[in-house]
């Protein structure tokens, strides 16, 4: 069997990796030039670190990445909502890491190339196509840069996982049109800054439609520390406006953005003076796509956002991408055929990643700052006398039971809460 792949994002990547581990042969296909660190900060939480960690690579996560210990959740007067523990501190047997994206996809390229070959991954070339028969399925590329003749290559299954304007989910479902946009935009940066609290912490502070979020994104090194920061505003309605054109990681003025931080207050931190010090920011519309009824087709199958694109709440975007990945390398390494094999991923991680997708344009977890912001939009003296600690661990834990990642403290209190 060899399995060609296009995209070399992290689920992308990841995939190669799980195959390649398991004997499969497989080439991955990338667009750009080369595989670059870039984008800004994530969260990858403990199921999918647990993945990461069974093919070997928590050493070097370590090295780029910052174990969560505590994320807080704030009103956008910096009044707490709620705290919980993250990671091993909340009894994972494995770290949530706060990382760069960039270093996250590169900590998984060098080992795929490590233990594979510089040759697995092809540069430059774009998916134009695809035809599919009875014995194989064969991709057409065209030269991402002169959008010339690229190459064809055939295979016994092609895993689309080229993002939220996947090149394949399209010629599936050409009628579907442009992503969904809930009118939010977002401007996300990092900077070097002075830690905040022990250098291991998040925060969220605000709603679904003025947030501010934090979270430190390496190790300190001389007092400074790599701070990742995102403010969302909600500036139109999504329904009836597309998102302003070209704002998809389109470079952001500093002094558009700083009016929008100036609305939060993360205790104990400047977060203003960071914003201000940050050299680059980048803009992105807050956009997903509705649930699909079917990912695989034959021979081809879709992966990662090319599958299940989702608002980035919960800290769940590339932590779905890297569990697709581990259910699509086991079912291809037992299944007798390909096509049955793309059939029992699909029924694995469809229903799962749609149900994310749906809470996720809840609010996620970050749900309770909203509904402590609805019943109090002044702000409050005690959290308990808005909202009772069982309502607010229902919000929080019952997102990370559905996603997939609760602790057995949130199971336990998830169940207590159930009978009343």
């Given at each position: 069997?060899?399995?060609?792949?296009?995209?070399?994002?992290?689920?992308?990547?990841?995939?190669?990796?799980?195959?390649?581990?398991?004997?499969?042969?497989?080439?991955?296909?990338?667009?750009?030039?080369?595989?670059?660190?870039?984008?800004?900060?994530?969260?990858?939480?403990?199921?999918?670190?647990?993945?990461?960690?069974?093919?070997?690579?928590?050493?070097?996560?370590?090295?780029?990445?910052?174990?969560?210990?505590?994320?807080?959740?704030?009103?956008?007067?910096?009044?707490?909502?709620?705290?919980?523990?993250?990671?091993?501190?909340?009894?994972?047997?494995?770290?949530?890491?706060?990382?760069?994206?960039?270093?996250?996809?590169?900590?998984?390229?060098?080992?795929?190339?490590?233990?594979?070959?510089?040759?697995?991954?092809?540069?430059?070339?774009?998916?134009?196509?695809?035809?599919?028969?009875?014995?194989?399925?064969?991709?057409?590329?065209?030269?991402?840069?002169?959008?010339?003749?690229?190459?064809?290559?055939?295979?016994?299954?092609?895993?689309?996982?080229?993002?939220?304007?996947?090149?394949?989910?399209?010629?599936?479902?050409?009628?579907?049109?442009?992503?969904?946009?809930?009118?939010?935009?977002?401007?996300?940066?990092?900077?070097?800054?002075?830690?905040?609290?022990?250098?291991?912490?998040?925060?969220?502070?605000?709603?679904?439609?003025?947030?501010?979020?934090?979270?430190?994104?390496?190790?300190?090194?001389?007092?400074?520390?790599?701070?990742?920061?995102?403010?969302?505003?909600?500036?139109?309605?999504?329904?009836?406006?597309?998102?302003?054109?070209?704002?998809?990681?389109?470079?952001?003025?500093?002094?558009?953005?700083?009016?929008?931080?100036?609305?939060?207050?993360?205790?104990?931190?400047?977060?203003?003076?960071?914003?201000?010090?940050?050299?680059?920011?980048?803009?992105?519309?807050?956009?997903?796509?509705?649930?699909?009824?079917?990912?695989?087709?034959?021979?081809?199958?879709?992966?990662?956002?090319?599958?299940?694109?989702?608002?980035?709440?919960?800290?769940?975007?590339?932590?779905?991408?890297?569990?697709?990945?581990?259910?699509?390398?086991?079912?291809?390494?037992?299944?007798?055929?390909?096509?049955?094999?793309?059939y029992v991923y699909e029924k694995d991680r469809l229903p799962k990643t749609a149900e994310v997708v749906r809470l996720n344009r809840k609010g996620g977890p970050e749900r309770v700052i909203?509904?402590?912001?609805?019943?109090?939009?002044?702000?409050?003296?005690?959290?308990?006398?808005?909202?009772?600690?069982?309502?607010?661990?229902?919000?929080?834990?019952?997102?990370?039971?559905?996603?997939?990642?609760?602790?057995?403290?949130?199971?336990?209190?998830?169940?207590?809460?159930?009978?009343?």
């Open positions: 069997m060899k399995v060609i792949i296009v995209g070399a994002g992290i689920g992308g990547l990841t995939a190669a990796l799980m195959l390649h581990r398991r004997g499969i042969p497989v080439e991955v296909y990338e667009q750009s030039s080369e595989v670059r660190e870039v984008g800004v900060g994530i969260n990858t939480l403990p199921h999918a670190i647990g993945e990461l960690a069974e093919i070997g690579l928590l050493p070097a996560l370590d090295r780029v990445g910052v174990r969560t210990r505590e994320l807080f959740y704030y009103n956008r007067y910096g009044q707490e909502v709620w705290r919980e523990p993250r990671g091993i501190d909340a009894g994972h047997p494995v770290p949530q890491f706060s990382i760069h994206r960039g270093r996250l996809q590169k900590v998984i390229y060098d080992a795929l190339i490590e233990r594979a070959g510089p040759e697995i991954v092809k540069t430059g070339l774009q998916l134009a196509g695809f035809i599919q028969s009875e014995g194989g399925v064969t991709a057409h590329f065209t030269d991402a840069i002169t959008g010339g003749t690229g190459k064809t290559v055939t295979g016994d299954v092609l895993v689309c996982a080229d993002g939220i304007h996947s090149v394949g989910r399209k010629a599936f479902y050409p009628n579907e049109g442009p992503p969904n946009w809930t009118g939010v935009l977002m401007w996300r940066g990092a900077a070097e800054w002075k830690p905040w609290g022990d250098g291991r912490t998040m925060a969220i502070g605000g709603g679904m439609g003025a947030k501010f979020v934090l979270y430190p994104i390496a190790h300190p090194e001389s007092g400074r520390q790599l701070m990742n920061w995102v403010v969302n505003i909600k500036m139109a309605d999504g329904a009836k406006s597309p998102p302003p054109k070209e704002s998809w990681s389109r470079p952001a003025q500093r002094a558009l953005v700083i009016p929008y931080a100036k609305r939060f207050t993360i205790p104990g931190f400047d977060h203003v003076g960071l914003v201000e010090a940050t050299k680059q920011i980048f803009e992105y519309p807050m956009a997903d796509r509705d649930p699909l009824p079917q990912w695989s087709f034959g021979r081809v199958t879709l992966l990662g956002d090319a599958a299940h694109p989702m608002y980035p709440v919960g800290s769940n975007g590339a932590s779905q991408a890297i569990l697709d990945a581990r259910a699509l390398a086991d079912a291809l390494a037992t299944a007798e055929h390909p096509c049955h094999a793309l909203d509904e402590a912001e609805r019943r109090a939009p002044a702000g409050f003296d005690r959290i308990d006398d808005v909202m009772t600690e069982a309502e607010r661990q229902a919000i929080v834990g019952g997102y990370a039971g559905k996603a997939g990642f609760a602790t057995e403290k949130d199971k336990i209190a998830e169940l207590r809460i159930a009978k009343g």
